[in-house]
Structure formats: C-alpha cells, structure tokens
C-alpha cells in the first residue's frame, strides 16, 4: 500500500489509526490509565467512548485487541495481540505496507491584512500555523464576532482603542495558543466640517474655496481646481463643494456644501462689516476701506457686466465714478483673504 500511518497523532484523519477493544476498557478514564500503563500515545476512534464503540461499529467482541483502522474506517488487520512494545505496532503496520508520516510541531501562528484600521472597518485574519491544526478558537478582543471557530475569519471593529488577538489551535493530540497584545489598533474619522458659501457672480473668472475644517484638507467638485472654483466655467446655478481631510492614521472624512452661481442681474449684497463704501449713494468718486489688502476691484452692473476693474494693493482706495450712468450696481472686492460683494448707487 505504502501509505502513512502515525504513531502520535497529527491532526488529520487521512491517517491510519489504532483501536483498542477489552473488558474493562470501556470508559475513557480506564482507557486513558491503560495507555498510560502501557506507555502508549496512539489516539483512535476508541478513545472517544471505549470498547463500547469498537463493539458498536465494527462488531467486534470485547476482548483485549488491537486493531489497524484505515482512514476509511476499513480495518486492515483486526488481532493485533500481545502488544509488549511500541515496535511491536511498528512492525505490524510495515508488514501491511504501511511507512510512518512526518509529523510537525503545532504551533499557532496567523496574520492579518491590517493592524492599523479605521472604526467601522473589516480585518480578515489568516490561519498560519505550523503543523496540522485541525480545530481553531479565535478570541477578539473588541471585535465583532468576539469569537470565531473558522479557519480564516473576518472582523469588524467600531470602537476606537488597541486591541488583542488569541488564537488556539488543536491538532487531535496537542493544543496550543497565541495572544497577540494590542495587535489591532483602531482610530477614529476626524471630524470635517464646511461652512456655507456666499453667493459667486457667473462672471468671476475663480474664487478661492475656504472653510475646510481642519485645515490641509482638499476641496473637490465639478469646476474645482487646486482650491480654487471656476464660475464662469461652472455656470448659473448650484454646484457641490466636497471637503475631504485625512488625519494622521489615515482615516478620511468628507463634508459638503454647495455654492450658488448667480447671473447677478438683481444685485444682491454679502454683509461685511471689515469693508466700507462711502459716500453710497455716490456721485463722481467713491472711497472703499478695508481691515485688508484690497487687491482687486471690479464694479458690476445690474446685467452683471463688469463695468470698471482695477487691480489695488492696499487697504484703501479712491475710485472715479463719474462715467458711471445712475442706478445700483455690486462692488466686488478681491482682499487677501476673500472676495465680498457690496452694493453700489450712483446719483
């Protein structure tokens, strides 16, 4: 046949396998005190209820015997007896045709594919194990399932906080486990906000994006570019900005709003009090301040045609208006910061 059999157990059952039937041997503790006696460690099917299962599943009178059971449960030699020795089997299983298997220290051993998760997120654990196991008991310590009996498991984790992994591994004979310490580490999604936009003109050729929370995050969307927000090439209507900032453990966490680009034909003002306008209503010359560095003005009327535009670089200016028919018009203000719209009457 040269097939495997094994003197101490490997964790499979593709193996050949010893029984033992005899009076007196038909409980697992009198059975395990004959092995003991006899210095023998084979496991076989005996050994999970005595005599009493050899009788039951092969027919086999309760005499002292040893028998040669094949991995398909067909037994090869029925009355192996006297057995004095451990050679004794030796010999037994060669004279079938049968070689000895090699078999590996147990010893528990896996990975995951991240150690390093975001709440909410999956880990899926590889059974490594030196040996044959046959049986694996997972332990995870904030995670969801907390126990697994698979091979290969997968788990979620939802709470923040370092956690431990044990794994136990059993081969038919031995047992061992591992505990990792912390080996899961799970961090929390930052939280990212966007303020609302003000309101841009159709005829802006950009407008730099800003209220991210917290800073050194990315904005994103149609017609955005570097930070920075096309109107002109986005067109009248709504558009979503997205905000996505990433912290330092890799978790990302997005925020949204949307900005409105108007064809500023009805002229609409953005309060801010840090810009003033004066005199307003105005005749031929106009002063406009601001807490900063102005540096671009443009004035636009009710059509939203940019009627007048100088480039400024400074906190005030003086503006000649007096080529300016009456009626309202919007004063938009490029400072260092942002751009605010103000209203505008020339007499």
Same mark, same amino acid.
């Given at each position: 046949? /040269?097939?495997?059999?094994?003197?101490?157990?490997?964790?499979? =059952?593709? *193996?050949?396998?010893?029984?033992?039937?005899?009076?007196?041997?038909?409980?697992?503790?009198?059975?395990?005190?004959?092995?003991?006696?006899?210095?023998?460690?084979?496991?076989?099917?005996?050994?999970? %209820?005595?005599? %009493? $299962?050899?009788?039951?599943?092969?027919?086999?009178?309760?005499?002292?015997?040893?028998?040669?059971?094949?991995? +398909?449960?067909?037994?090869?030699?029925?009355?192996?007896?006297?057995?004095?020795?451990?050679?004794? @089997?030796?010999?037994?299983?060669?004279?079938?045709?049968?070689?000895?298997? #090699?078999?590996?220290?147990?010893?528990?051993? @896996?990975?995951?594919?991240?150690?390093?998760?975001?709440?909410?997120?999956?880990?899926?654990?590889? =059974?490594?194990?030196?040996?044959?196991?046959?049986?694996?008991?997972?332990?995870?310590?904030?995670?969801?399932?907390?126990?697994?009996?698979?091979?290969?498991?997968?788990? &979620?984790?939802?709470?923040?906080?370092?956690?431990?992994?044990?794994?136990?591994?059993?081969?038919?004979?031995?047992?061992?486990?591992?505990?990792?310490?912390?080996?899961?580490?799970?961090?929390?999604?930052?939280?990212?906000?966007?303020?609302?936009?003000?309101?841009?003109?159709?005829?802006?050729?950009?407008?730099?994006?800003?209220? %991210?929370?917290?800073?050194?995050?990315?904005?994103?969307?149609?017609?955005?570019?570097?930070?920075?927000?096309?109107?002109?090439?986005?067109?009248?209507?709504?558009?979503?900005?997205?905000?996505?900032?990433?912290?330092?453990?890799?978790?990302?966490?997005? $925020?949204?709003? &949307?900005?409105?680009?108007?064809?500023?034909?009805?002229?609409?003002?953005?309060? =801010?009090?840090?810009?003033?306008? @004066?005199?307003?209503?105005?005749?031929?010359?106009? +002063?406009?301040?601001?807490?900063?560095?102005?540096?671009?003005?443009?004035?636009?009327?009710?059509?939203?045609?940019?009627?007048?535009? #100088?480039?400024? +670089?400074?906190?005030?200016?003086?503006? /000649?208006?007096? =080529?300016?028919?009456?009626? *309202?018009?919007?004063?938009?203000?490029?400072?260092? +910061? /942002?751009?605010?719209?103000?209203?505008?009457?020339?007499?």
């Amino acid at each position: 046949m /040269n097939e495997a059999y094994e003197l101490f157990g490997c964790g499979t =059952d593709e *193996l050949y396998t010893i029984a033992v039937s005899g009076y007196g041997y038909d409980t697992d503790d009198n059975l395990a005190t004959y092995w003991a006696q006899h210095d023998l460690t084979f496991r076989g099917i005996s050994q999970e %209820g005595g005599s %009493g $299962a050899i009788v039951s599943t092969y027919g086999i009178g309760a005499y002292p015997t040893y028998i040669l059971i094949a991995p +398909n449960h067909d037994i090869v030699e029925q009355d192996m007896w006297p057995i004095s020795n451990t050679q004794t @089997f030796v010999t037994h299983f060669q004279n079938n045709g049968l070689t000895q298997s #090699t078999c590996e220290p147990l010893d528990a051993i @896996f990975e995951a594919d991240e150690d390093e998760v975001c709440e909410g997120n999956t880990v899926n654990f590889t =059974d490594i194990s030196e040996g044959v196991p046959i049986t694996w008991e997972w332990t995870f310590e904030g995670g969801t399932p907390a126990t697994s009996t698979e091979e290969n498991p997968s788990v &979620t984790y939802d709470t923040f906080g370092s956690y431990d992994v044990t794994l136990t591994v059993h081969d038919g004979v031995a047992t061992t486990n591992t505990e990792m310490v912390d080996y899961i580490a799970v961090s929390t999604y930052p939280n990212t906000t966007l303020d609302p936009f003000d309101m841009a003109c159709v005829n802006w050729i950009e407008l730099e994006l800003t209220g %991210g929370s917290p800073e050194g995050g990315v904005y994103s969307g149609d017609f955005v570019e570097d930070g920075i927000f096309h109107p002109a090439e986005a067109g009248i209507g709504e558009h979503v900005i997205v905000y996505s900032y990433t912290n330092e453990a890799g978790c990302e966490a997005t $925020a949204e709003e &949307t900005i409105l680009v108007d064809p500023c034909t009805g002229i609409r003002e953005i309060s =801010d009090n840090s810009i003033k306008i @004066f005199p307003n209503p105005a005749e031929d010359m106009v +002063n406009l301040t601001s807490v900063s560095t102005i540096v671009n003005i443009q004035i636009i009327n009710t059509l939203g045609q940019v009627v007048i535009e #100088t480039n400024v +670089n400074g906190k005030s200016y003086q503006l /000649n208006t007096s =080529d300016l028919e009456s009626g *309202l018009y919007l004063v938009r203000l490029e400072t260092e +910061n /942002n751009f605010i719209l103000k209203q505008l009457v020339i007499k």
